[in-house]
């Protein structure tokens, strides 16, 4: 399908009886757009727990009770170190990843120093993910070596306000708008599975295609025990297959990128996807959960084709 289609039209394919003619179009337009070439990317939990929005999706909220292990702000020699073995494995950024509202700029400052140890001592692609911040915190990072901010817009507008109370998507989106005139790429997805319909998981879709979003994390749910959506019903593999093929109509040129949940999906589900527009992927563990091999991640890649 040649150039950008329409939220209904979008809509129409979603409800397509023949799946797997939708999952190979969509692969289809990944090799026109975006080739073979597999993008990755890992994480490190910088600060953990304690958070005080109460986004119903997170272990990290303070309003929740998941168990989960809290911390102020990771050793510098510990993210260093995370960073070294990711770029020894061959993945292609780092980032560090904070809980809470956003990071002060007097955190900031010990961020951007870790971020510097990083740069002088490795050559992988520098990311942060560090909530609502100012321009003013956008662009220490940047003057750090970090060229690539992450904030999920994490649902459709029209669903998210009744899963977030303490922030908006608007104020998600401006954080991005702080990022892009900084000069850093944009990453920003979202979760499915937190009870929303396709139609929204599509409004979502068109919303990053607005914004002119290039790296698209799909979470798939991964329900916590004690946070308010424990008892979310698991997708279906034909769901997950198809939102990620619409979004590949959508996001033609995108990297869509295996993120949270993917350790729930069985292999063969995984390399479905890998064919069915996924060409980017999170490794290693995540952030209050497992994650994955990441020399495993690489073998599966590469069976169904993929330079890594």
């Known amino acids: 399908m040649e150039g950008n289609i329409t939220y209904a039209e979008a809509v129409e394919l979603s409800k397509n009886p023949d799946k797997e003619w939708l999952y190979s179009e969509a692969n289809k337009i990944r090799e026109k757009f975006c ?3 597999l993008d990755t990317c890992s994480i490190i939990n910088a600060r953990s727990g304690l958070c005080s929005e109460d986004c119903k999706w997170c272990a990290q909220s303070a309003k929740h009770k998941t168990g989960i292990e809290t911390y102020p702000i ?3 020699d510990e993210v260093l170190d995370c960073a070294l073995q990711n770029d020894i494995k061959g993945v292609k950024r780092f980032s560090m990843v904070t809980s809470g ?7 900031m400052e010990k961020f951007c120093e870790m971020y510097k140890r990083i740069r002088e001592k490795s050559n992988i692609n520098l990311c942060a993910s560090m909530g609502l911040i100012g321009k003013e915190e956008m662009q220490m990072l940047k003057d750090a070596g970090v060229t690539r901010y992450q904030c999920n817009l994490e649902t459709a507008p029209s669903f998210f306000p009744t899963l977030c109370t303490t922030h908006t998507i608007e104020e998600k989106k401006q954080t991005l708008c702080f990022a892009k005139e900084c000069g850093m790429e944009l990453c920003s997805g979202g979760i499915i599975g937190m009870g929303e319909t396709m139609e929204q998981r599509i409004e979502l879709a068109c919303e990053l295609r607005d914004l002119g979003i290039k790296s698209v994390p799909v979470n798939i749910l991964n329900p ?14 034909e769901e997950i297959l198809t939102t990620i093929a ?15 949940g ?6 063969e589900l995984q390399k479905r996807a890998l064919l069915a527009g996924v060409n980017a992927a999170m490794v290693g563990d995540l952030l209050t959960t497992l994650g994955t091999s990441t020399d495993k991640d690489f073998e599966m890649f590469k069976s169904v084709g993929y330079v890594c």
Not at 247 to 260: K, M, N, Y
Not at 262 to 267: E, K, L
């Open 35 to 37: 080739g073979n070439v």
């Open 74 to 76: 990771k050793g510098s």
């Open 101 to 107: 509202r956003k990071v002060s700029k007097q955190e």
């Open 224 to 237: 916590i025990k004690g946070s308010a959506l424990e008892n979310a019903k698991p997708l279906s593999d």
């Open 246 to 260: 619409v979004f590949r109509f959508v996001l033609q040129d995108a990297s869509i990128r295996f993120a949270g």
């Open 262 to 267: 993917r350790i729930n999906m069985s292999g």
